[in-house]
């Protein structure tokens, strides 16, 4: 990035306007919640809205945070997603070393049955979940809640399009080598492919994190609650406290930030190698 | 290869069961459902078995402008959306100042709460105070109802489900970018090969099954459009009393959830199902077509 | 139920209202709502599994009525509501010396309520009792437990009872459940706009709406009326005109005087002195940016009109709905319904109905939410009383509430599609109305859309 062309530099700074514009533009959601999160219950209704708050309300988030037994429902919310996370991966992993390294007979309508699963809505298959949980004696378990997620069709088929990259010599290579199936695939492909894989990761986690509905039918007790239940408290059928709903938001958002930049780190590992030299 | 065995199945035991029970069960019932007349989702009674819901579904004049509405969307979103994203993707993976800080920027609007993503856009889509409309006028363009006008219904939601999807689609490509081997670069740095070429002919070809894969996963999950159109119009398809922009899920959510006809809704489903079928099948014509070439060439 | 059913829904979504301070002077201050909804997590904590546990007791405890017995309570409360609801409840708990325990189960909003009872009775885990519309049980009337005989057996005066609300629960040919939070649809306007403008009374005619209206347009260049839910304002306009509105056959308004009502309704629209509520959530955050004059809906939503934004401070009004040759207002709001099949649960829950119906019970509840009595003998209730001769928005409020009471309609919910044509009627009148089409082509589109759900 020494001495360059002058169309050159053009270029460099066309990259950082395109750059700088997209990021203003997709961040400004995330910018009106934190600044949402701040006004008070007066400002937060006024037609047209201010942007920046004229008073800043940090007592909303003392607020919000006492509302409801978030504490509880933090543990919950970090354990279910945990495991299910954790579990989705392992499937997944599995799942998609068998559609994207072995032969099996059949392989191509397994296949194509299992995408096809995808293209029902979600919303036909609830009560029959609903059903199958209670007759399966789960209702108000943490199972109820982790189980039907550890199947994912999505991040199976995304991995299996990443192991299919890998080239097949280091395949062959090691069934010479005489390495079995299973060791190649935590040994070699796995590491491979960790970007691919922290990736499912957090987007599992963040699926995990923010569900609603489910967890809200297959629950009663109020010790078996998630974080996007307490945000619930604070609308009613005549209205809501957006300011609260807001605050609470915000505090639901920052452990997954936290758990974004320090994974982070693993999906850039890669590019510090390349990196280096310009 | 190997030989064929049906060790694959071992791999895939734990996915197959899980799926059998949590999604293959439920889907085969919403099938059966949407034969039958009358169905109660309660106890399971219908009146007779027949095609009595698809007739009603076709009759339906809002579930037609389903069709044709998220065929639209899904026309314009998925190739919008993958192309938008692979040039930020592309550019966040060049050699940028600041780069973990654009990467977390990009990032940050999937974690952002549903609800301030619904308000704010209610707001730059906003006829009178709306940001968007600014910017319009600030050029000499009239203003536009994005959300009063029923002909610009689909326009607001396609923006707004472009924007949505962006932070998802950036994030794979990116995984996938940091994956290509820095081996494939160097032959190009050597050659000063210009970037837009680089770009094309290797990081493309290289990223092809991620890009195959967005392309697949964008069709589906467009055709399955509901919260966007939820979320923009405030709980309706459309400017209040239109259903200008009404799409399939959400004409099944209504028929389920609020109008009790599960029969249609399951019907609806089906039609649903065949179409996603339809356009993931046409979507990867191209591909098949080259492979057969390729196949031909060797 | 639409524009509810929306409401409650579109937590996800919407851009809303204020924040909700002291709510209909309960005077119930921030840190004690924290701490009273702690305590209700407290009780729903002991809950384990309440469908199954439901029903795998049902055998064992029906042979024993002397035993202390649980039952679970679904609900779909929140803040100050919620609050209320557990203070009754405690008080239950500990004062009703037969050894029952009232489990109060948080279920979301409402349409988290209505989904999770119909999984819950397609999966026949239905809870003890909970909070209904009739239109939610159209299609498992035959789970709710008839409460004919509690009534006639059991219930000190059923008479006492609002009428509306009577006749609401008796829709399906037998008694389904009793009243519990009810709301009326009175006019919140803009006082300190109509005296600006010189409107001294507010409207309580079709004439005064039509001549206040241009009025308020003429000197402040603002709507005078809006209303929160088109579908029941076309019904209450409809009755108020000497109409009939809808039932199972179909529309019964295609009649001179439905077509009269209608007329007027377009009329107040093309001249601009009502307006819809087009892309912006809610008439409230209209009236507390001084953007319309008045409007009509729930008296539970008076805690999210701000009238001390910068710029905007003025006094708020309500007053009963203007009347037409008839007298009709709009009442909504859940009733309480019993589903368990076990015996001692049964008497054990209407032991609980019958406490939260009780004037005494009711007259805090209402305070404390905005809510309106259920019982004639709680609105007469000294304390009550009261309450309505203050000057907090709560206060004037329920003066208003009170004053269209005896007129207050319960729309019918019993039959299937009746959901359905709720919709239907909110999305064709709206249409017909940005689409300035005449009275006659309004009627007929509405038929139509009725007929056609009905078939």
């Given amino acids: 990035m020494k001495s360059r062309k002058p169309t050159a530099i053009i270029a460099e700074i066309v990259k950082y306007v395109i750059l700088i514009a997209g990021a203003l533009f997709t961040l400004l959601p995330f910018v009106w919640m934190v600044l949402s999160s701040l006004k008070s219950g007066s400002e937060i209704v006024a037609i047209p809205p201010t942007i920046i708050p004229t008073h800043f309300m940090f007592s909303n988030y003392a607020e919000a945070w006492a509302a409801a037994p978030f504490p509880r429902y933090f543990l919950n919310t970090v354990f279910v997603a945990t495991v299910t996370t954790v579990g989705v991966l392992l499937t997944s992993i599995l799942a998609a070393f068998a559609f994207a390294r072995l032969d099996f007979p059949g392989k191509k309508i397994v296949f194509s049955l299992f995408m096809a699963t995808l293209m029902i809505p979600g919303e036909m298959l609830l009560i029959t979940n609903f059903v199958t949980v209670t007759k399966l004696k789960w209702v108000d378990t943490y199972k109820a809640m982790i189980v039907p997620w550890l199947a994912n069709v999505f991040y199976t088929y995304l991995l299996s399009q990443f192991f299919s990259s890998v080239p097949e010599a280091l395949y062959l290579a090691a069934k010479v080598d005489k390495c079995s199936d299973l060791k190649f695939l935590f040994k070699i492909m796995v590491p491979m492919n960790k970007n691919a894989i922290t990736t499912v990761a957090i987007l599992s986690f963040i699926g995990s994190w923010n569900s609603f509905l489910w967890p809200l039918l297959v629950t009663n007790s109020t010790n078996m609650r998630v974080l996007s239940h307490g945000l619930v408290r604070f609308q009613s059928e005549a209205g809501a406290q957006y300011q609260l709903i807001m605050a609470a938001s915000c505090i639901l958002v920052v452990p997954i930030v936290i758990i974004y930049l320090f994974l982070r780190k693993y999906i850039l590992e890669g590019m510090a190698y390349t990196g280096v030299k310009g | ?298 | 139920m639409k524009m509810k059913k929306i409401m409650a829904l579109t937590m996800a979504t919407v851009m809303g209202a204020s924040l909700l301070t002291a709510c209909g002077g309960s005077g119930g201050t921030t840190s004690t709502t924290a701490s009273t909804t702690a305590a209700a997590e407290t009780t729903a904590a002991a809950t384990t599994a309440a469908g199954d546990a439901a029903a795998e007791t049902t055998a064992a405890a029906a042979e024993s009525t002397a035993e202390p017995v649980t039952i679970t309570f679904w609900h779909a409360m929140s803040n100050a509501q919620e609050v209320s609801l557990t203070e009754l409840t405690d008080k239950f708990n500990a004062e009703n010396g037969k050894g029952i325990t009232v489990e109060l189960v948080n279920q979301g909003g409402y349409s988290d309520l209505q989904t999770k009872l119909m999984a819950s009775a397609a999966a026949d885990t239905l809870p003890d009792m909970a909070q209904a519309y009739n239109n939610y049980f159209t299609d498992y009337v035959d789970k709710i437990v008839p409460l004919d005989d509690f009534v006639k057996n059991d219930f000190d005066n059923w008479e006492d009872i609002v009428e509306g609300y009577r006749i609401e629960n008796s829709e399906y040919g037998f008694i389904t459940g009793v009243p519990f939070n009810k709301s009326t649809y009175p006019f919140f306007y803009n006082k300190t706009m109509f005296d600006r403008a010189g409107i001294t009374e507010p409207p309580t005619t079709w004439e005064d709406l039509e001549k206040d209206g241009a009025i308020l347009l003429e000197k402040e260049g603002v709507p005078m009326l809006g209303y929160d839910s088109m579908c029941d304002m076309l019904e209450i306009f409809l009755r108020q005109n000497g109409a009939d509105y809808v039932d199972e056959t179909g529309a019964l308004f295609n009649t001179p005087e439905g077509l009269e009502a209608i007329e007027f309704i377009l009329n107040l629209y093309s001249k601009g002195y009502a307006r819809l509520i087009g892309e912006d959530a809610y008439f409230s955050n209209l009236m507390s940016s001084e953007m319309i004059g008045g409007y009509v809906g729930s008296c539970a939503g008076v805690t999210y009109i701000v009238t001390d934004n910068e710029g905007h401070e003025f006094e708020l009004g309500v007053a009963p709905i203007a009347q037409g040759k008839k007298n009709a207002a709009y009442n909504a709001g859940t009733n309480l319904v019993m589903f368990t099949k076990d015996e001692a649960k049964q008497k054990a829950a209407w032991e609980y109905m019958k406490f939260l119906t009780s004037a005494e019970s009711q007259v805090k509840w209402s305070i404390d939410t905005g809510y309106v009595p259920v019982r004639t003998s709680a609105y007469e209730s000294q304390e009550y009383q009261d309450f309505m001769a203050g000057d907090t928005p709560g206060a004037i409020t329920a003066r208003a509430a009170y004053g269209q009471a005896p007129y207050g309609y319960v729309p019918s919910n019993y039959f299937p599609g009746a959901n359905e044509i709720r919709n239907v009627v909110s999305d064709t009148l709206t249409v017909c109305i940005s689409e300035g089409r005449t009275a006659q082509e309004t009627l007929d589109e509405l038929v139509t859309a009725i007929n056609d759900v009905v078939q």
């Avoid at chain 2, 059998?20 to 078995?49: H, Q, W």
């Avoid at chain 2, 076709?58 to 069709?67: G, L, Q, S, W």
């Avoid at chain 2, 899920?249 to 809704?265: L, P, Q």
């Fill in chain 2, 1 to 298: 290869m190997n030989r064929k065995s049906y060790k694959g199945y071992v791999y895939l035991a734990p996915v197959l069961a899980i799926m059998l029970v949590f999604t293959a069960y439920p889907l085969v019932r919403a099938i059966f459902m949407s034969f039958c007349e009358d169905y109660s989702i309660i106890n399971g009674s219908y009146k007779g078995i027949n095609l009595e819901n698809y007739a009603d579904l076709f009759k339906d004049k809002d579930f037609r402008k389903a069709i044709t509405n998220t065929i639209t969307y899904v026309i314009f979103v998925v190739p919008l959306s993958v192309v938008i994203s692979l040039l930020i993707a592309n550019l966040l993976n060049s050699h940028i100042r600041f780069q973990g800080l654009f990467q977390t920027l990009y990032f940050l609007p999937y974690v952002t709460s549903v609800i301030a993503i619904g308000v704010v856009w209610r707001w730059i889509l906003h006829s009178q105070y709306g940001l968007l409309n600014s910017i319009l006028n600030f050029f000499g363009f009239e203003s536009i109802g994005w959300l009063t006008d029923r002909n610009y219904s689909m326009a607001s939601l396609i923006i707004f489900a472009v924007w949505k999807s962006l932070a998802f689609d950036i994030m794979i490509f990116l995984a996938a970018l940091q994956g290509i081997s820095p081996d494939l670069y160097s032959a190009a740095r050597v050659d000063a090969t210009p970037r837009w070429r680089v770009f094309f002919r290797i990081t493309v070809p290289a990223m092809r099954p991620i890009i195959a894969y967005a392309f697949v996963m964008g069709i589906i999950n467009s055709f399955k459009v509901y919260n966007e159109v939820f979320s923009l119009f405030n709980g309706s398809a459309g400017p209040s009393g239109y259903n200008s922009a009404i799409t399939i899920v959400f004409y099944i959510y209504d028929k389920f959830y609020n109008n009790y006809k599960y029969g249609i809704a399951a019907a609806g489903s089906v039609v649903l199902f065949l179409l996603i079928m339809f356009f993931t099948a046409i979507q990867r014509l191209p591909g098949r077509i080259r492979a057969r070439k390729e196949a031909a060439q060797k």
